[in-house]
């Protein structure tokens, strides 16, 4: 098999050894029906200093790959065969005792999750000193406490001597990632390995947390092996790409060159359905001439990206919903949240304003998106409007009646009209019920028709999600979260509602997944005229499916336009942050 | 700008090796599975399930037909063979008094039986009222609720149940003695109960029920009190046991029931004297304890593990 | 952290509120004459009968009555023994005995049964942790008066090893074989909880970062693993230390050991009502106690606890 990745990569200079070189690399992971392959045959090569990213979907064993590096693999994971060469020595063949010569002094390594990752138990700096000593960078009560002061302080803690003796739980999810940050590059590690190192973090906090880190392993000429879901940020962040699809690398070599003409069918879809990608080429389609059709500007889309072209899905949708004004479906006036909160410490308590007099109106049959991180109440909002949650103060309007003194019979009318697909998918259906009873549910609890009616009803709305008829008696233990969430907009759909409030409806979801629920949504948008309220934290994904945009910030409605003005022409500093903080910004795309 | 001939180091596996899939197929089993379903399955393949499931109703058909299992009445007690070996058909010896040591134990079971039967039914009953509505509702309720469990979970329930037995003590029969150990034992139940409701009722599908206009008791029924009794289920299942070690410790103590009654304990209790002489007096209605209390706990392990997808995964 | 002992503190007044009167209403306020049920069959001599009136302030109202018997509480009166000696001095003579044979107990379950539990769980599915789990869950099953009559019999009769009761004064030696026994009924629960709980650890994504750090093994079992899995363990520990008392109750009684519980044993065995009464609220002022001081320890197991809410 060939060399895959970079042996002749522009600007490290073919004759240098490189820093990683893993060959036809197998993992499996051993269960009771005999060993799952996780690993198939990967080969990659990374030289000192360089930046390569794995790119791939959940499944596609990028973290493994990562993980059998050090032989970090789970209880049941092995590597079953091939070769990892780090500066020339054969890890494979390392002992558990030389492997922790390795681990933390040569190889860094930062982890996915920061609410997880560090032991609630110990305090930050005994974190960080355990460290410090166990690769001997310092000896010595003061020395360690120095260095880990040192090493606090360039991942960013400012106050890090202060902090020292605070526990995980005292920090935020960015502070705490800057803590894993400085761990894994405390001894000067020759190569990091970072797992998705943002993905758990709000989008600003992300931008500049990889800014950081890019500045940090520049510096210090570590070696990055990044792993990412995301496209867009691998090519971003990495001179060299590697994707992974079902254990198997499919496509690979200089980012730029993957992004622009991807060869392989499954880099196609993934660089269809990116909406970090697709956004961005709506953007410059939009500035070059507005007249410009969309389609115009790709590469051609070929078969196998039916259906996830995202760029199709946001044409159709501008097909549809014609500049003239509609009626209003939703207004919301003044609205305000404000909720008790026991104090932490001595004994203060206070309020929290999770929303302060939010002000929007969505026409009919259009999409409006609420964006913000979290904590910025864009949930609370929706949940007020679903009459899940009561305001403090402020009204909302639905086909213009205030819902506020609605009860019994008119609150359940309104329920009717309005419905809503929520984030989780693991979460969102009774795991007890099965597929059929959760989708007829609404026809039961309104009373609607009769039993054979209602059967009737369910495989319909099944075919409308494009699901098959057969689920109706499965649980939902046994579909995927993209399938979840198809039932999940089927029961939305089940009493023929006008409006549908999205939150976070497709977040959780892979990429490809991700685009055709995006898909499917547009396509039931035009076909039932559906109002759309979709809250989100992802400015890309609203890119491809808002026509009007709400930035919230703290409890306050910040920015509020149509889509185009809010990415062509953003008023307040906080939308400008954001749109920065979709990956993929200083890449030139095949256009 | 777009051509499809790529760079030297642009590598592409063939598509013969990297076939596409759908994205996103659905692929289910052949039949359907739920929590519910899958733990069935899982323990049906145990043999300890089946052990412990045998045992119990070994001892449930014991209970119901003593007279199947013995033909000599435990009543029929001569002290001249008191502490007497075993003979062919009195098995297992005599006891001080002079009765049939295995009769006496398949007479017994009964009582133990009912003891636990009586027992689980009371804390469940206690248990869900007060940990479903602790849970669910919150609030004043929860912290009312809450607290009340707690006053009586600082009892040892046994030692509440020897007071109670005192002051009943011209009462004591397997009725009042269930009670006495029930009614300071549901804490564990309420407190269990409660824990996962209030895991349960923050989830989605309780908001969709909630959106859709169900109404709130009837999303507790129907959503939040079935996806949270699996631990009930199990605690209930090992607290038989315990109920039936109580009743046995407090008729050991002489506050359990009256010697009139056939029980277990009190076979135990009258035998500790002749613990030297013949212990067998001791041992054996020990054993038959000893069982019955083991196949309830291993019972409930069994369904422990098959309801907890994490302790299945961890095997 | 003082804010987190004062708080608990606070909340343990209502509980002891409620379950000192909890007693004194199953005792006081059940319809008839409550000295003539709590005798039972037997009939006591009109003396005594007279002083334990007196004594429980019987012809005053319910309420007044516990609120006589909850002050005489708070002064260290519990009442006297029928033998007439006060509950207080019974206790000052018994306690130090008692004590001595909780702290061995709690130590041999603590120390063994955490031990056993880290090696099981961290050799899941091997031959060390089946049988420990088979052998906990028969010791789980066996009721604390079954084994202590077994060990009396194998190591004080058959093996003779051991006193089958314990000579006055109870020395440390005498208290081995107690001890052990009424450690046999949490031991196996302990070994149980710390077994899961170190498999729940070890799989948990900070103990990976440990090892990606570069730390050994030798210090990531007992930092990072074995030091989270005692959370669960300490508060089971707690919650179970009724069972505890139970224990020691029966155990005392059976090994003859001159501690609280034997005599609180003697007088559930005798019947004598109005001193089991007396006892059983001690019992249950301990195990407030024990609960109070577990709280404010797991408070320093656990730091998300010290300083949030």
């Known amino acids: 098999m060939s060399d895959r990745t970079s042996q002749n990569a522009p600007g490290t200079g073919g004759e240098q050894q490189p820093l990683l070189r893993i060959r036809d690399l197998e993992v499996g992971f051993q269960t009771t029906d005999g060993i799952v392959p996780a690993v198939r045959g990967v080969d990659l090569t990374l030289m000192p200093g360089q930046t390569l990213a794995i790119v791939g979907e959940s499944g596609s064993g990028k973290s493994t790959t990562a993980h059998a590096i050090i032989n970090l693999l789970p209880g049941p994971g092995r590597i079953t065969g091939g070769s990892i060469e780090f500066d020339g020595k054969e890890l494979t063949k390392y002992s558990e005792r030389e492997m922790e010569d390795i681990r933390g002094k040569l190889i860094g390594f930062v982890p996915q999750d920061p609410m997880s990752n560090l032991n609630p138990v110990w305090s930050i700096g005994f974190q960080v000193e355990e460290t410090i000593r166990a690769n001997g960078i310092a000896t010595g009560r003061k020395d360690v406490r120095a260095h880990a002061i040192q090493v606090l302080r360039e991942a960013g803690l400012q106050d890090a001597d202060k902090r020292l003796k605070q526990f995980p739980h005292q920090f935020s999810g960015g502070m705490r990632q800057r803590v894993l940050i400085g761990i894994g590059l405390s001894s000067r590690p020759k190569l990091l390995i970072a797992d998705e190192p943002t993905s758990a973090l709000d989008v600003t906090v992300q931008r500049r947390i990889l800014d950081h880190l890019e500045t940090l392993t520049r510096d210090i000429g570590t070696a990055v092996l990044f792993i990412t879901h995301d496209l867009g940020l691998a090519a971003e962040r990495a001179e060299q790409l590697v994707v992974m699809y079902k254990g198997k690398i499919v496509e690979a070599g200089p980012s730029k060159e993957i992004l622009q003409n991807p060869i392989h069918p499954y880099t196609q879809r993934l660089v269809a359905a990116a909406p970090s990608l697709a956004s961005r080429r709506i953007q410059s389609a939009t500035h070059e001439s507005a007249s410009h059709a969309l389609s115009d500007l790709d590469y051609a889309p070929t078969q196998v990206t039916e259906g996830l072209d995202l760029i199709a899905a946001a044409e159709e949708r501008l097909e549809h919903t014609s500049r003239t004004k509609r009626p209003d479906a939703i207004v919301v006036k003044d609205l305000t949240k404000v909720y008790k909160i026991r104090g932490q410490g001595k004994g203060a308590s206070g309020e929290l304003i999770a929303s302060d007099k939010v002000n929007f109106t969505v026409e009919k049959g259009t999409t409006t998106a609420l964006v913000g991180e979290s904590g910025s109440g864009k949930s609370t909002v929706a949940k007020m409007i679903l009459r899940l949650e009561d305001p403090t103060s402020g009204s909302i309007l639905i086909d213009g009646q205030d819902v506020a003194p609605l009860k019994g019979k008119g609150l359940l009318d309104l329920r009717r009209r309005m419905q809503p697909v929520f984030q989780d998918p693991y979460g969102s259906l009774d795991p007890l019920r099965n597929i059929g009873n959760t989708i007829g549910e609404p026809l039961h609890t309104h009373n609607v028709g009769d039993r054979a009616s209602r059967k009737a009803r369910v495989l319909e709305l099944l075919d409308q999600v494009a699901l098959p008829q057969t689920l109706i008696t499965r649980y939902p233990n046994e579909l995927s979260g993209g399938q979840r969430q198809r039932v999940a907009i089927a029961r939305a759909l089940a009493l023929k509602p006008d409006i549908v409030v999205l939150d976070e409806a497709v977040s959780a979801l892979d990429v490809l997944v991700q685009a055709q629920i995006l898909k499917l949504l547009a396509d039931l948008q035009a076909e039932l005229e559906l109002t759309y309220l979709f809250i989100t934290h992802d400015l890309a994904v609203v890119r491809v499916i808002a026509d009007n945009v709400c930035v919230m910030q703290k409890g306050r409605i910040v920015e509020a336009a149509s889509t185009d003005q809010v990415f062509d022409n953003p008023q307040e500093q906080y939308t400008k942050e954001l749109l920065n903080a979709i990956p993929g910004a200083g890449i030139a795309l095949g256009v | 700008m777009s051509n499809n001939t790529p760079s030297p180091n642009h590598f592409v596996a063939p598509l013969e090796e990297t076939p596409l899939v759908a994205i996103d197929a659905v692929k289910v089993g052949e039949r359907p599975s739920n929590l519910w379903i899958d733990a069935w399955r899982d323990m049906r393949r145990r043999p300890m399930f089946w052990i412990s499931a045998a045992i119990i109703v070994l001892i449930v058909i014991v209970a119901l037909f003593p007279t199947l299992f013995t033909q000599i009445d435990p009543r029929e007690c001569i002290l001249s063979r008191s502490n007497g070996a075993p003979t062919a058909t009195n098995i297992l010896g005599f006891n001080k008094q002079g009765c049939d040591v295995f009769s006496r134990i398949v007479h017994g079971t009964s009582t133990s039986l009912s003891v636990g039967i009586i027992v689980i039914i009371l804390t469940t009953v206690l248990g869900v009222l007060f940990g479903m509505f602790a849970g669910y509702y919150g609030g004043w309720l929860d912290s009312v609720l809450s607290r009340a469990g707690d006053i009586f979970f600082s009892i040892p329930y046994i030692l509440a149940a020897v007071v109670i037995m005192s002051v009943f003590s011209a009462y004591r029969n397997v009725f009042i003695i269930s009670l006495a150990i029930g009614i300071f034992a549901w804490p564990a139940t309420a407190r269990v109960l409660r824990a996962e409701i209030l895991r349960v009722k923050n989830a989605d599908f309780v908001m969709a029920a909630q959106a859709l206009g169900v109404s709130r008791f009837r999303i507790l029924l129907r959503h939040v009190l079935p996806n949270s009794i699996a631990p009930v289920i199990v605690v209930t299942t090992i607290s038989l046991g315990a109920a039936i070690v109580a009743e046995a410790t407090l008729s050991f103590l002489g506050v359990g029931l009256p010697n009139s009654t056939m029980s277990w304990g009190n076979d135990i209790s009258a035998a500790q004297t002749d613990l030297r002489t013949a212990p067998q007096t001791l041992i054996y209605p020990s054993i038959a304890l000893s069982i019955t209390v083991l196949s309830f706990i291993m019972l409930g392990e069994v369904v422990r593990d098959a309801l907890d997808p994490k302790a299945r995964a961890q095997r | ?309």
């Not at chain 3, 199953?26 to 009136?53: H, I, Q």
């Not at chain 3, 006589?68 to 002064?75: A, D």
């Not at chain 3, 088979?134 to 004080?156: C, D, E, N, R």
């Not at chain 3, 089971?236 to 609280?260: H, K, Q, R």
Request: aromatic share 12%.
């Open chain 3, 1 to 309: 952290m003082a804010g987190y002992i004062f708080r608990r503190i606070l909340q343990a007044i209502p509980v002891l509120l409620g379950t000192t009167f909890l007693i004194y209403f199953m005792v006081f306020a059940m319809p008839g004459d409550p000295l003539l049920a709590l005798f039972g069959d037997k009939t006591p001599n009109p003396a005594l009968l007279e002083r334990l009136r007196q004594e429980y302030h019987l012809d005053q109202p319910f309420i007044v009555q516990y609120f006589l018997y909850l002050g005489g509480i708070f002064r260290g009166d519990f009442g006297t023994s029928f033998s007439g000696e006060p509950v207080s001095a019974i206790l000052a003579r018994t306690f130090p005995v008692t004590i001595r044979l909780a702290i061995m107990a709690l130590f041999i379950e603590f120390v063994g049964g955490v031990i056993i539990g880290l090696v099981s769980g961290l050799r899941k599915g091997k031959l060390f942790d089946a049988s420990a789990l088979v052998i906990s869950l028969i010791f789980i099953s066996l009721p604390i008066f079954v084994i202590a009559f077994v060990a009396q019999f194998i190591f004080g009769i058959q093996l003779g090893w051991a006193r089958t009761t314990v000579s006055t004064g109870a020395p440390i030696q005498d208290l081995i074989l107690p001890a052990f026994v009424l450690a046999s009924i949490t031991f196996a629960q302990i070994v149980r909880l710390t077994r899961s709980s170190v498999i729940e650890t070890q799989s948990l994504d900070f103990v990976r970062t440990a090892y990606s750090k570069g730390l050994s093994r030798r210090r990531i079992i007992p930092v990072h693993i074995l030091r989270n899995s005692l959370i669960p363990v300490v508060t089971y520990a707690a919650t179970d230390f009724g069972v505890l008392l139970v224990g020691a109750t029966v155990t005392e009684g059976i090994f003859n050991v001159p501690g609280v519980g034997r005599t609180l044993y003697q007088a559930i065995i005798r019947g004598e009502g109005p001193t089991v009464v007396s006892f059983v609220t001690v019992m249950v002022l301990i195990y407030l106690v024990v609960n109070l001081v577990v709280d404010l320890l797991y408070g320093l197991l656990d730091p998300r606890i010290r300083y949030v809410k």
